[in-house]
T-cell receptor, first 113, second 108 residues
Protein backbone atom coordinates (compact mmCIF):
# COMPACT_ATOMS: atom_id res chain seq x y z
CA UNK A 1 0.00 0.00 0.00
CA UNK A 2 1.15 3.50 -0.79
CA UNK A 3 1.79 5.47 2.30
CA UNK A 4 1.89 9.25 2.43
CA UNK A 5 2.62 10.66 5.86
CA UNK A 6 2.58 14.19 7.15
CA UNK A 7 4.61 15.34 10.12
CA UNK A 8 1.74 16.75 12.19
CA UNK A 9 -2.03 16.28 12.29
CA UNK A 10 -2.61 19.52 14.20
CA UNK A 11 -0.37 22.56 14.48
CA UNK A 12 -0.84 25.92 16.18
CA UNK A 13 1.54 28.76 15.33
CA UNK A 14 1.72 32.48 15.88
CA UNK A 15 1.62 35.19 13.24
CA UNK A 16 5.06 35.83 11.78
CA UNK A 17 6.51 32.43 12.67
CA UNK A 18 8.25 30.32 10.05
CA UNK A 19 6.36 27.05 9.65
CA UNK A 20 7.54 23.79 8.11
CA UNK A 21 5.10 21.11 6.99
CA UNK A 22 6.74 17.83 6.06
CA UNK A 23 5.43 15.13 3.74
CA UNK A 24 7.01 11.74 3.10
CA UNK A 25 5.95 9.02 0.64
CA UNK A 26 7.30 5.50 0.52
CA UNK A 27 6.50 4.42 -3.05
CA UNK A 28 9.29 6.09 -5.01
CA UNK A 29 6.84 8.44 -6.74
CA UNK A 30 8.33 11.30 -8.68
CA UNK A 31 5.35 13.62 -8.41
CA UNK A 32 4.31 15.30 -5.18
CA UNK A 33 1.81 18.04 -4.44
CA UNK A 34 0.72 20.42 -1.70
CA UNK A 35 -2.89 21.60 -1.47
CA UNK A 36 -4.86 23.61 0.98
CA UNK A 37 -8.53 22.99 1.61
CA UNK A 38 -10.94 25.61 2.90
CA UNK A 39 -14.72 25.44 3.30
CA UNK A 40 -16.48 26.57 0.14
CA UNK A 41 -13.23 26.84 -1.83
CA UNK A 42 -12.43 23.18 -2.37
CA UNK A 43 -8.86 22.01 -2.89
CA UNK A 44 -6.40 24.55 -4.19
CA UNK A 45 -2.95 23.62 -5.44
CA UNK A 46 -0.10 25.52 -3.80
CA UNK A 47 3.04 23.92 -5.29
CA UNK A 48 4.04 20.71 -6.95
CA UNK A 49 7.21 18.89 -7.84
CA UNK A 50 7.94 16.43 -10.64
CA UNK A 51 11.45 15.56 -9.53
CA UNK A 52 14.08 16.15 -6.90
CA UNK A 53 15.04 19.82 -6.62
CA UNK A 54 12.34 20.68 -9.14
CA UNK A 55 9.31 22.75 -8.12
CA UNK A 56 6.52 24.49 -9.89
CA UNK A 57 3.95 27.00 -8.68
CA UNK A 58 0.37 25.94 -8.43
CA UNK A 59 -2.66 28.20 -8.28
CA UNK A 60 -1.97 29.95 -4.96
CA UNK A 61 1.79 29.98 -4.24
CA UNK A 62 1.93 33.40 -2.58
CA UNK A 63 3.26 33.23 0.97
CA UNK A 64 4.60 29.70 0.52
CA UNK A 65 7.75 28.01 -0.65
CA UNK A 66 8.74 24.36 -1.00
CA UNK A 67 11.77 22.14 -0.81
CA UNK A 68 12.41 18.76 -2.44
CA UNK A 69 15.93 17.64 -1.56
CA UNK A 70 15.10 13.93 -1.64
CA UNK A 71 12.62 12.06 -3.77
CA UNK A 72 10.53 10.83 -0.86
CA UNK A 73 10.21 14.15 0.97
CA UNK A 74 8.39 17.32 -0.04
CA UNK A 75 8.28 20.18 2.44
CA UNK A 76 5.97 23.18 2.48
CA UNK A 77 7.31 26.32 4.12
CA UNK A 78 5.32 29.30 5.34
CA UNK A 79 7.98 31.98 5.48
CA UNK A 80 5.99 34.26 7.81
CA UNK A 81 2.71 32.72 8.86
CA UNK A 82 -0.42 34.83 8.70
CA UNK A 83 -3.94 34.23 10.01
CA UNK A 84 -5.28 33.76 6.47
CA UNK A 85 -3.06 30.70 6.17
CA UNK A 86 -5.14 28.89 8.78
CA UNK A 87 -6.33 25.89 6.82
CA UNK A 88 -6.17 22.15 6.24
CA UNK A 89 -3.02 21.28 4.28
CA UNK A 90 -2.97 18.09 2.23
CA UNK A 91 0.06 16.49 0.67
CA UNK A 92 -0.30 14.05 -2.22
CA UNK A 93 1.91 11.67 -4.12
CA UNK A 94 1.22 10.67 -7.73
CA UNK A 95 2.11 7.34 -9.25
CA UNK A 96 2.43 8.30 -12.91
CA UNK A 97 2.47 5.47 -15.43
CA UNK A 98 -0.71 3.81 -16.64
CA UNK A 99 -2.87 4.47 -13.60
CA UNK A 100 -1.70 7.96 -12.76
CA UNK A 101 -3.25 7.54 -9.34
CA UNK A 102 -2.88 10.22 -6.68
CA UNK A 103 -2.70 9.32 -2.99
CA UNK A 104 -3.24 11.77 -0.16
CA UNK A 105 -1.66 12.08 3.25
CA UNK A 106 -3.80 12.43 6.39
CA UNK A 107 -3.64 16.23 6.37
CA UNK A 108 -2.31 18.89 8.75
CA UNK A 109 -4.79 21.28 10.30
CA UNK A 110 -2.82 24.49 10.84
CA UNK A 111 -4.11 27.31 13.00
CA UNK A 112 -2.27 30.64 12.93
CA UNK A 113 -3.10 32.90 15.86
CA UNK B 1 -7.88 26.33 -18.52
CA UNK B 2 -9.52 23.14 -17.36
CA UNK B 3 -12.63 23.60 -15.25
CA UNK B 4 -14.42 20.84 -13.37
CA UNK B 5 -17.99 21.25 -12.20
CA UNK B 6 -19.88 18.92 -9.92
CA UNK B 7 -23.54 18.91 -9.20
CA UNK B 8 -25.29 18.89 -6.94
CA UNK B 9 -23.03 20.44 -4.31
CA UNK B 10 -25.30 19.26 -1.53
CA UNK B 11 -27.41 16.13 -1.55
CA UNK B 12 -29.68 14.86 1.18
CA UNK B 13 -31.27 11.50 0.55
CA UNK B 14 -33.15 8.76 2.33
CA UNK B 15 -31.68 5.37 3.00
CA UNK B 16 -32.58 2.90 0.30
CA UNK B 17 -32.90 5.49 -2.47
CA UNK B 18 -30.80 5.86 -5.62
CA UNK B 19 -29.13 9.00 -6.87
CA UNK B 20 -26.46 10.23 -9.27
CA UNK B 21 -23.73 12.83 -8.86
CA UNK B 22 -22.52 14.50 -12.04
CA UNK B 23 -19.06 15.73 -12.95
CA UNK B 24 -18.57 17.85 -16.08
CA UNK B 25 -15.23 19.09 -17.31
CA UNK B 26 -14.25 21.62 -19.94
CA UNK B 27 -11.33 20.20 -21.93
CA UNK B 28 -10.31 16.84 -23.28
CA UNK B 29 -8.99 14.34 -20.79
CA UNK B 30 -9.20 10.58 -20.52
CA UNK B 31 -8.36 10.27 -16.86
CA UNK B 32 -10.90 10.95 -14.20
CA UNK B 33 -10.82 10.22 -10.49
CA UNK B 34 -13.38 9.99 -7.73
CA UNK B 35 -12.48 10.54 -4.08
CA UNK B 36 -14.34 10.34 -0.81
CA UNK B 37 -13.67 12.60 2.18
CA UNK B 38 -15.08 12.12 5.68
CA UNK B 39 -15.30 15.16 7.99
CA UNK B 40 -11.89 16.16 9.31
CA UNK B 41 -10.16 13.47 7.29
CA UNK B 42 -8.11 13.32 4.11
CA UNK B 43 -9.19 12.15 0.66
CA UNK B 44 -9.57 8.46 -0.06
CA UNK B 45 -9.31 7.21 -3.62
CA UNK B 46 -12.50 5.49 -4.85
CA UNK B 47 -12.17 5.06 -8.60
CA UNK B 48 -9.75 5.78 -11.41
CA UNK B 49 -11.41 5.91 -14.85
CA UNK B 50 -8.92 5.67 -17.67
CA UNK B 51 -10.84 5.54 -20.93
CA UNK B 52 -14.07 6.40 -22.67
CA UNK B 53 -16.88 4.10 -21.58
CA UNK B 54 -15.03 2.97 -18.44
CA UNK B 55 -17.32 1.74 -15.68
CA UNK B 56 -16.20 0.71 -12.22
CA UNK B 57 -18.24 -0.52 -9.28
CA UNK B 58 -17.49 -0.95 -5.62
CA UNK B 59 -20.36 -1.92 -3.35
CA UNK B 60 -23.21 0.58 -3.73
CA UNK B 61 -21.15 3.01 -5.81
CA UNK B 62 -20.69 2.89 -9.57
CA UNK B 63 -18.68 5.38 -11.61
CA UNK B 64 -18.68 5.86 -15.37
CA UNK B 65 -16.87 8.05 -17.86
CA UNK B 66 -17.99 9.50 -21.19
CA UNK B 67 -15.02 11.38 -22.61
CA UNK B 68 -16.94 12.61 -25.64
CA UNK B 69 -19.53 14.31 -23.44
CA UNK B 70 -16.81 15.24 -20.92
CA UNK B 71 -19.00 13.77 -18.22
CA UNK B 72 -18.56 11.33 -15.39
CA UNK B 73 -21.27 10.07 -13.10
CA UNK B 74 -21.15 8.53 -9.64
CA UNK B 75 -24.28 6.49 -9.07
CA UNK B 76 -25.41 5.53 -5.60
CA UNK B 77 -27.64 2.49 -5.26
CA UNK B 78 -29.81 1.86 -2.20
CA UNK B 79 -27.98 4.42 -0.09
CA UNK B 80 -26.97 3.65 3.49
CA UNK B 81 -25.91 6.04 6.25
CA UNK B 82 -22.24 4.98 5.97
CA UNK B 83 -22.09 6.60 2.54
CA UNK B 84 -22.51 10.05 4.09
CA UNK B 85 -19.37 11.99 3.10
CA UNK B 86 -18.14 14.53 0.58
CA UNK B 87 -17.34 13.16 -2.87
CA UNK B 88 -14.90 14.83 -5.22
CA UNK B 89 -14.21 14.23 -8.87
CA UNK B 90 -10.88 15.27 -10.36
CA UNK B 91 -9.66 15.43 -13.94
CA UNK B 92 -6.05 15.04 -15.02
CA UNK B 93 -4.64 17.75 -17.22
CA UNK B 94 -1.00 18.45 -16.46
CA UNK B 95 -2.10 18.20 -12.86
CA UNK B 96 -5.28 17.09 -11.15
CA UNK B 97 -8.08 19.66 -11.16
CA UNK B 98 -10.78 19.05 -8.59
CA UNK B 99 -14.46 19.80 -8.52
CA UNK B 100 -15.87 21.62 -5.50
CA UNK B 101 -17.24 18.40 -4.03
CA UNK B 102 -20.71 17.02 -3.33
CA UNK B 103 -21.68 16.75 0.32
CA UNK B 104 -23.89 13.70 0.65
CA UNK B 105 -26.06 13.11 3.70
CA UNK B 106 -27.99 9.86 3.93
CA UNK B 107 -30.84 10.02 6.41
CA UNK B 108 -32.36 6.97 8.14
Amino acid sequence: DVKVTQSSRYLVKRTGEKVFLECVQDMDHENMFWYRQDPGLGLRLIYFSYDVKMKEKGDIPEGYSVSREKKERFSLILESASTNQTSMYLCASHSGGENNEQFFGPGTRLTVL
Amino acid sequence: ELKVEQNPLFLSMQEGKNYTIYCNYSTTSDRLYWYRQDPGKSLESLFVLLSNGAVKQEGRLMASLDTKARLSTLHITAAVHDLSATYFCAVLSRKLVFGKGTKLTVNP
